[in-house]
């Protein structure tokens, strides 16, 4: 980590992430349990986001794919799933308020942070309608699937 | 005190801050008060009316999930009441099911839509309480006596909308039996309870259409005879050349000695026509004496999951015509609920089928015991049978392109018991196969999520869901083996695996294991074989290679 709130996050991974992982699972109607399936993909997920936060590497590409995919075929609304981008900046501030006491960041660096936070917001919107597009493509592709020979013969 | 035993400060914290199991934002409210939210995605559409005529199902007419008023049947209530009574009388199953559960909870993690969504009404004990309460209404004194502590209520029109939403999000896959200590059979309750609602009407087109295209034509898919046979003569095509190999199926030939039925997804979807490729080549590679029928085309029934008549009847014809083609016995492809209703329902159904013989191997002698009642062998035991007596001619490098992995099918591990002959098969005819961790697979295996009938493309949401812990094992042997090849001995799951993976796992790809027992037979008569049943190159056999040691 580099900058100062990349470096914060690093310090009190921990704690960040415990409460990351807890605001996603109580999205779902009855909080979700985390050592479910879906539980431990999103903890997975989000430690790797919070590894690689400060830039766009193929990890942390890859992770927040696998964050979203959960999400975009879950009962809860769109908005819900991008809130728990938006939510990792004031979970940020609560705990280096908790925990640091003086060691916060200045405003410029607070500043940053959320500028990030802001991208990586748009990115996982992005991700989001990729899978809902991806639904409606596999639709597509199972119905041409389930008449194969039909379509072949058409062609031929 | 154990050292792992949870912190008595960390339970507190929890039991004040953490929403009560059931409860959510509802804290002040009973769980059958808790509404129902049909949205895209999360119902499918019901039967059309004409599906309904044609099958003589009750209250054809014009609907959908979300609207407010589902017309139905006058008298409906009692509709519900008179057929659940029934029912208890008919089926001891029922009434046990729904008298011994104690609510010990040990099945509520087990579901894969408990897991996919956790949604507390997917929990099985819950799922079944949503008939259970219904019918601990029908009984007046104990209602009397017990009122507000039976968990009885009165059966209204959310009531049809709460069973309408979570019978449909039951594959009836029965993984949850597996940890019952009672053995109650949740998918019993489930069949129980979407018959009840096909009594006024409440049901789902993908799984009628089927069920009324195969009264009437014979199979699922609605594919007419002349259409199935060049179906399949196409297919021959294929494999002419592929391999130089003309095989010669006969159709509706009296007096073979087998007759063969699998799900018609093999004869018309992909990836399915590969895998009735493979038991193309195979039954030629033994010079099989054996006929396909283009009435008693399709080995799947979709009745079982509308109703008992249904199912019955369905399983029937296969029967029927191994009787009127007077064959000795029945071999059946790969397919899920064929073998769950062939298993378990058809000898007290339709059997016993006495005009057929008790099925021997033409080729090993090998006499399927097991098979003495329903006369029919699952073609994964007897292709199993074969590589024990060394009958075939296999070389499994010719499969070396995949790194595969095996999905037990619900209907055949939990159905009939049959863990070891596919992996058996798999062994002999690939080289690298890696099992999915111990609690997904053999009788703990988790469901394609898109079973008996919910494999619908407008309730894609819901499957996506329902197959994420199928999806999560094959994510784990893709990343810690390179995995790219799920193998499975069901018609549902090639249909609905592919877009789960698809999904959740890009670069996965699904095959019926008979397609991978096609690629690795060395056929007499062969021309050099550079690709597999896909046209996809094989490793090691391109061009100029030698293909033999």
């Known amino acids: ?156 | 005190m154990s050292k792992y035993a949870p912190k008595v400060t960390v339970l507190k914290k929890e039991l004040e801050e953490k929403p009560g199991f059931l409860k959510g934002n509802y804290s002040d409210k009973e769980w059958w008060d808790i509404p129902v939210e049909f949205r895209e995605g999360n119902w499918c559409f019901p039967g059309k009316p004409e599906v309904l005529d044609d099958l003589g199902f009750p209250n054809p007419r014009k609907w959908a999930a979300t609207d407010q008023d589902w017309k139905l049947p006058d008298g409906w209530q009692k509709i519900i009441s008179d057929g659940l009574q029934s029912r208890l009388k008919k089926y001891r199953s029922l009434k046990l099911f729904l008298d011994t559960c104690v609510r010990c909870g040990a099945c509520a993690d087990k579901c894969h839509f408990f897991l996919g969504t956790g949604d507390p009404k997917n929990m099985p004990v819950l799922r079944a309480e949503l008939l259970r309460s219904v019918y601990r209404n029908d009984f007046p004194l104990a209602e009397k006596i017990l009122k507000g502590f039976s968990g009885s209520r009165k059966l209204t029109p959310e009531v049809i909308k709460e069973w309408h939403m979570y019978f449909h999000q039951c594959t009836e896959c029965r993984r949850c039996s597996v940890f019952c200590p009672f053995g109650i059979d949740t998918a019993e309750i489930t069949m129980m309870a979407r018959e009840l609602l096909n009594l006024i009407g409440v049901n789902n087109n993908w799984l009628l259409a089927p069920v009324s295209n195969c009264n009437r034509t014979g199979n699922h898919l609605g594919i007419e005879p002349h259409t199935f046979v060049q179906n399949i003569e196409s297919l021959v095509e294929d494999i002419e050349d592929h391999t130089g190999v003309k095989v010669e199926p006969t159709f509706n030939r009296k007096g073979a000695e087998i007759l063969f039925v699998t799900p018609s997804g093999d004869v018309f979807g992909d990836p399915g026509v590969y895998t009735m490729m493979g038991y193309l080549l195979l039954f030629h590679h033994i010079g099989l004496d054996y006929t396909i029928s283009t009435y008693a085309s399709e080995g799947g029934n979709f009745g079982m999951f509308a109703s008992n008549e249904m199912m019955k009847k369905l399983n029937a014809k296969m029967y029927h015509e191994a009787e009127r083609l007077r064959v000795k016995w029945i071999l059946g492809g790969e397919c899920g609920h064929m073998w769950r209703v062939v298993h378990q329902y058809m000898n007290t159904m339709n059997g016993p089928a006495d005009f057929l013989e008790k099925p021997v191997s033409p080729i090993t002698g090998t006499r399927f015991d097991n098979a003495a009642a329903t006369k029919m062998v699952h073609i994964a035991e007897f292709t199993a049978d074969l590589i024990h007596h060394k009958k075939l001619k296999l070389d499994p490098k010719r499969n070396d392109h995949l790194r595969t992995t095996f999905h037990d099918s619900c209907n055949v591990a939990r159905g009939m018991g049959m863990f070891e002959e596919p992996r058996y098969v798999l062994n002999n005819v690939c080289n690298t196969f890696h099992e999915m961790p111990e609690n997904t697979i053999r009788e703990q295996t988790f469901c394609c999520g898109s079973g008996s009938g919910l494999n619908a493309e407008e309730y894609m949401d819901i499957r996506m869901r329902g197959g994420f812990p199928r999806a999560n094992a094959v994510r784990h042997v893709m990343q810690k083996h390179q995995v790219d090849s799920l193998v499975t001995i069901c018609a549902i799951d090639r249909a609905s695996l592919p877009t789960l993976m698809n999904y959740w796992n890009p670069g996965v790809k699904v095959y019926g294991l008979h397609e991978l027992v096609g690629n690795a037979l060395v056929m007499q008569g062969e021309k050099k074989r550079t690709e597999d049943l896909r046209e996809n190159p094989m490793a090691g056999f391109e061009e100029g290679d030698d293909d033999e040691d």
């Not at chain 1, 921990?14 to 996603?24: A, F, H, M, S």
């Not at chain 1, 430690?47 to 193929?58: A, F, M, P, Q, V």
Request: aromatic share 8%; net charge neutral; glycine share 4%.
């Open chain 1, 1 to 156: 980590m580099t900058t100062a709130w990349g470096k914060l996050i690093q310090e009190h991974r921990k704690e960040i992430l415990e409460r990351w992982l807890d605001r996603g699972l109580s999205f779902f109607s009855e909080r979700m349990d985390r050592t479910t399936p879906i539980g431990e993909a999103l903890s997975l997920g989000l430690s790797t986001l919070l590894d690689g936060i400060e830039e766009n590497g193929k990890a942390f590409t890859a992770a927040l794919n696998d964050v979203v995919r959960l999400f975009a075929v879950q009962n809860f609304p769109p908005s819900s799933s991008m809130a728990l981008f938006f939510e990792l900046t004031e979970i940020l501030r609560a705990v280096v308020t908790k925990l640091s006491g003086k060691k916060s960041l200045t405003d410029m660096e607070w500043n940053a942070c959320r500028t990030r936070m802001e991208e990586i917001t748009l990115q996982a919107f992005d991700c989001y309608m990729a899978n809902r597009e991806k639904i409606y493509q596999l639709k597509v592709d199972e119905s041409s699937r389930r008449v194969f020979m039909a379509l072949r013969r058409v062609e031929a």
